[in-house]
């Protein structure tokens, strides 16, 4: 299939799927007599598994690392197990931070009762250094 088709069955822009090719993501495709890219059903494959990957929050790193992985199908998961684990953190503290977040413009929100800008609390709190 052509690049086109390629980026039209994942939901991945052209661009997206050149660049993964020039940094390994994905193998080079093979050329056609006149010259356009050939992806496969493996590079279908692949491409799905690095969208998946990258929709859980997952660093480029780590979709190489994972896809490494993936290539051993014999071996125990325990690296796989851990890069989730991982990444699980990293979501419990991105949770966190904006749960933290939301706590501060509710509080800002329930702080002003002005009728002006000039009395708002929210224009106030926004004017003052950070903690």
Not at 28 to 55: G, K, M, P
Not at 109 to 130: H, K, N
């Amino acid at each position: 299939m052509r690049i086109g088709e390629l980026a039209k069955a994942t939901g991945t822009k052209a661009e997206t799927i050149r660049y993964y090719e020039r940094e390994g993501i994905l193998p080079a495709a093979d050329r056609t007599d006149s010259n356009y890219r050939d992806y496969s059903d493996e590079h279908l494959a692949t491409l799905i598994f690095v969208r998946r990957a990258r929709a859980l929050g997952f660093t480029m790193a780590q979709v190489r690392e994972l896809l490494a992985l993936s290539d051993h199908e014999d071996k125990p998961c325990r690296d796989v197990d851990q890069l989730v684990q991982r990444q699980l953190g990293e979501v419990a503290r991105k949770i966190a931070d904006l749960t933290s977040l939301q706590d501060e413009l509710q509080h800002m929100l329930r702080s002003c009762q002005a009728d002006r800008i000039g009395e708002c609390r929210i224009v106030e709190s926004l004017a003052r250094p950070l903690r």
